[in-house]
């Protein structure tokens, strides 16, 4: 029988409720906010800001690996092609410039199967940090970038981020409801423990 036969429902359940309790306090804690300013990019159109920022990004950062300090662990940069394509959101275009310093600072969260039977694919990667918007008065609020990072035989690859608007600070239910919390990465399940909140990939 497998290590993962041997594991109970009960205990996947309390794992990733442990995981996600941990998670939501290293946001909670982390040091690092990135200030936004609205003026990243030239352009007095959302498409000419992002054209303005997809050509700083590869030539700022495609092909480079920057390591990341919580998960001590390169991520690896290549095409932006998809995210930029995908996004209408000036905020997170506007992050593009700070994209090196958010994978270097960022804080992980968690690890999740690949459920599409990709045979290139192994697992997928959750890291977040916090940014904050200069260009809004008085706005302290702080929004929280969530970045997805593909594992595969290439190493661990940035894949795109996206922004949560709709809270200052994390919780439990309602952050990380996000993508990569329906299911547990098999690696960093533990085989008997009470001490789920030690197992993380990369630590």
Known sequence: MSRQ???????????????KIIAVDKLKNVNTVIEITGNEFEGLSLEEKRENA???FENNFRNKDFYNKDWKKYIKVLSGKKTFNNTADIDKINTFKYLDIMLEN?????CSKEEKNRSNIK?????A????????ENNDNKWIVIFSVREDNNG???YNHSINKEETEPTTDSLLKCEGFSSVCEDIIPYKTKKVNIYFVGN
Do not use: C
Not at 106 to 110: E, G, I, N, S, T
């Open 5 to 19: 036969e041997n594991i109970s429902l009960k205990e996947k359940e309390q794992f990733i409720i442990q995981t």
């Open 54 to 56: 997809h050509s700083y």
């Open 106 to 110: 960022a804080v992980y969260l968690r």
């Open 123 to 127: 697992n997928w990667h959750y890291l």
């Open 129 to 136: 940090i916090k940014v904050k918007s200069k260009k809004e």
């Open 156 to 158: 661990n690859i940035y």
